[in-house]
């Protein structure tokens, strides 16, 4: 029996030194040095081409090294190997800490004072309080609770949208296709942690734009394809939009001549909001192999027929 690591080459080490003094018993390999093929039963994989997949015949469970399992070709997995997204605290805490910079920053105009800088002016804008401010994020599985939670310390009118319905203590929720409207019209600040599934994909589009109030902005920390590129920048060009802040961007890395690049009013980073933390991460993944061993149920367990 033997665990296999295939995912950021630089991290693996860190993950190897955990698994060789918390878990002696188990057999850790790092790729490329993966051994016989025929030992793995664990995967902690962040492409997991289908060719390998077919590759690893004692395979039993594939755990993403990261929170979302969108890259991940389902049908090229045995029905009987479950798939395991990594909830683990790092990634939360890095989501939390770059979705309350990035409102933050909308909230007191950053952005405007970086361009007054360059053009050496000094402009006060009046700031409205944080509680007459909407924030409103979709997606409310573990990472959307803990950021609503630390958006709640500043005080900000809370909102949350979720495809089930959900209660979260001080936040106003909405769920289903129904509600979505409703949802946007109230969210001057909207926050996207969806995950991206067939459902998801373009999900921020021309329609979702017009029913935000105008003069909205849009943080992208989901996935590049839940935004239609053009409708984001036609929203943005009729002022209907006054800023996007995207850390994801369909493709990766963001092609030089892309639109957004240039334009004043998109702030890009590349896709760094939140990393999975070997050091956080590893203790959550090896109780949850020794949870697989003695047959208990594994924390966050995907649910393929909803693809998140
Ligand atoms: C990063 O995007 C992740 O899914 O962890």
């Given at each position: 029996m033997a665990v296999l690591y295939r995912s950021d080459a630089a991290r693996g080490a860190a993950w190897a030194r955990f698994f060789a003094e918390h878990a002696p018993d188990l057999d850790f390999r790092v790729w490329p040095d993966a051994?016989?093929?025929?030992?793995?039963?664990y995967l902690i994989a962040w492409q997991a081409p289908p060719e390998f997949i077919a590759s690893l015949?004692?395979?039993?469970v594939l755990f993403s090294s990261g929170a979302g399992v969108d890259h991940v070709d389902f049908s090229a997995l045995p029905a009987h190997v479950p798939l395991v997204r990594m909830v683990e605290p790092g990634i939360i805490d890095g989501m939390v800490e770059y979705v309350s910079l990035a409102v933050l920053a909308l909230h007191r105009d950053f952005f405007d004072y970086v361009a007054q800088k360059s053009s050496r002016s000094w402009n006060p804008i009046e700031v409205p309080p944080a509680s007459s401010r909407r924030v409103g994020v979709m997606g409310l599985g573990s990472l959307g609770t803990a950021v609503l939670e630390r958006l709640a310390v500043y005080g900000f009118r809370l909102r949350g949208w979720n495809r089930s319905a959900r209660t979260l203590a001080g936040v106003e929720t909405f769920s289903s296709a129904e509600q979505l409207r409703p949802f946007l019209e109230g969210s001057d600040i909207l926050v996207c942690l969806l995950p991206l599934t067939a459902e998801t994909?373009?999900?921020?589009?021309r329609e979702v734009f017009a029913a935000l109030p105008a003069g909205a902005s849009l943080i992208n920390?989901?996935?590049?394809?839940?935004?239609?590129d053009a409708d984001l920048l036609a929203a943005l060009d009729s002022g209907r939009l006054s800023r996007a802040i995207l850390?994801?961007?369909?493709?990766?890395?963001?092609?030089?001549?892309?639109p957004f690049w240039g334009h004043p009013r998109v702030f890009v980073t590349p896709h760094v909001a939140s990393m999975t933390q070997p050091e956080t991460a590893a203790p959550i993944l090896l109780d949850n192999i020794r949870r697989h061993r003695r047959g208990d149920f594994l924390v966050g367990m995907v649910d393929r027929t909803k693809g998140y």
């Open positions: 051994g016989n093929l025929a030992d793995i039963e015949p004692r395979l039993r994909q373009g999900m921020l589009n920390v989901g996935r590049g394809p839940h935004v239609v850390d994801v961007t369909d493709p990766e890395p963001l092609p030089a001549g892309h």
